[in-house]
């Protein structure tokens, strides 16, 4: 290095903050046939290297330089130790950080150009680390239109001249290593925008963890867990997961249950409590609201400024992984909903990251959601696709998590979605379609079901977008299942009739069977459903308390019976009658009163009636697996039909009116005694107990194009599930 980096406008960019790689200064330097070492220490009285000798500031700036012989610069360690002296006479000691090289590879800055780095989060971000036996912390963080990076925290009093990053050619990614910081340290970026000069603090897009909200840090983190489910994972990567049982229930951490005083529990406390109550049900599977970090309570999660950190309200990563842990070791898998539509414009966040639209897309037409006060990412720019991507393996492999559900994937797929005209942009051919997103999806689903066998991507999508759940090498998006909102919204708007109506809206129990099979579905009733003033679900049901409960009881065991996957969101189990509130646990008292007892354990006994049984889970994604017996008995909103496998057949009749029909003749299979295996208004139910002493026998009248049949009893508002006998 000559005198000319020394110039004065040298010194007065790194005074500014404005000098793009203060490398080029600072550090150890050959001037002619001496080395000069510099430093700069605004809030320093004094400087001394490795005690040995003393620095001279450089006209009142806060710059201090020494100059020493090539004898004296060889007996200098590499990493030297700068010693300061505060205006407070405070004594410190660090190594410096600007004797060390630069860090990041030519190969890891060129995947990421290319957005293929699917291992990003190892490489960006805070990372503990030894360089030369030196321990500390590399920093690297991507920010292409800023003219200086810093890194503060407590460690340099927030002063962010005191550690500026050096940037990587035209990677857009500044670096640091700095010597003494470790695991705990607070951190974030102070970002100056190249073209305004603007400076902001950020915090750290990779961060591994976060603080508690309302405070905003980064910090510093380095797993120490010890994983304890080989088997789980083994027998995931084999798990036939279309002809195996799924029940999800879908689980807000900070509102299922609190402490006497209404405090969250930790992650620990939940664990034990949760996967013994999820055990007990007979659930296979919780799904978690999105707990990436998010400063708001009432976002519930969806609005994500911590992507790679589990939330802090409940304890720290480690004991969210003990969470998957203990869940794993309890046969229970756990799903994450996972938000890569949109993220908040909170100032401290991604938004605007370097004083440019960087993560999102910079035409409003295409990169804010106007209904919900954010922005979308730009899914066109390599590094935006890398990070999300990176960020769905991350959750995956690190913390083990067996499947994604994708939030709002409507949203990203239509350039038009919930605007109105002129207030989008069309694609290049003029159509809707937003294809950079699609193409994203396309990416994201093929490479987690490459490096990640068995996990399960699953999509929230609400129109009729074809192949969602059908392989990219077929044409389709590559999720695994797909969330069947048209079932749902169909079957709650049929519930909430009085049943004197209801034969008017028979097709809507139906006209689900004619697309059924179109896709990998998921049966939900979701958190989605019971906000908002929509009321809980048992709110929604006609009639007097006893009705409402008895709809309660047949929509439950409508969604088990029928095919596809199932999810239910957390106090649906037991009838909960107030909507759901993020702000307070479940009103679990309820379920010590009979009617919501009844409710809880119908749902335990369909539980274990569709984990044991074949004929419910075998064929959910293909017509074999079901057969009406009549779907024409609309003027007593009656129903029947018969899910089937290859070992079992069951016999689900459904009676939606208050009327008990007796004497119903309902055409069946095979002759022989069938056993009444279900029957909702049981009066270990909450039920009125009506029904067919426990089996039927059939007689040889053929009924309905079957060689046999039976009359039964249908009790009031309920169903019926037989299994002949063998």
Known sequence: MTNQTMTDEAVRRLAEGTHHDPFQILGCHAVGKKWEIRV???????????????????????????????????????????????????????????????????????????????????ILGAKTTKIDSISGVQFSVWAPAASRVSVVGDFNGWNGLRHPMRTNGQSGVWELFIPGLMVGDIYKFEVRNHQTGHVFVKTDPYAKAMEVRPQTGSIVYESTFKWQDRDWLTSLAHFDWQKSPINIYEVHLGSWQRDHEGSFLNYKEIAHRLVEYVKWMGYTHIELLPISEHPLDESWGYQTTGYFAPTSRFGSPDEFRYFVNYCHENDIGVFLDWVPAHFPKDEFALARFDGTALYEHEDPRRGEHQDWGTYIFNYGRNEVRNFLIANALFWLKEFHIDGLRVDAVASMLYLDYSRKNGDWLPNQYGGRENLEAIEFLKTLNAEVHTQCPGVLMMAEESTSWPMVSQPTWKGGLGFSMKWNMGWMNDTLDFFQQDPIYRPYHHNQLTFSQMYAYSENFILPLSHDEVVHMKHALVSKMPGDTWQKMANMRLLIGYQTLNPGKKLLFMGGEFAQWQEWSDGRGLDWYLCEQPANRGVQILVRDLNVLYQTSPALYAHDFDE???????????????????RVSEKESLICVFNFTPVPRYDYRIGLPEKGIYEEVINSDSELYGGSNLGNAGQLITDDQAWMNRPCSTRLVLPPLAVVVLRKKS
């Open 624 to 642: 074999e697996g079901f057969e009406w017996i009549d779907c024409h008995d609309y003027e007593q909103s009656v129903l029947s039909f018969i």
């Open 40 to 122: 700069w220490f605004p809030t320093a009285e004094s400087v001394t290297v490795e005690d040995l000798y003393s620095l001279e500031r450089v006209k009142n700036t806060a710059l201090f330089i020494v100059c020493l012989t090539e004898k004296q610069k060889k007996a200098l360690p590499l990493h030297y130790k700068v010693n300061w002296v505060e205006a407070n006479g405070s004594e410190h000691t660090v190594v410096s950080p600007y004797t060390f090289l630069p860090q990041l590879g030519e190969l890891d800055l060129h995947l990421y150009a290319e957005g293929r780095h699917w291992h990003l989060y190892d």
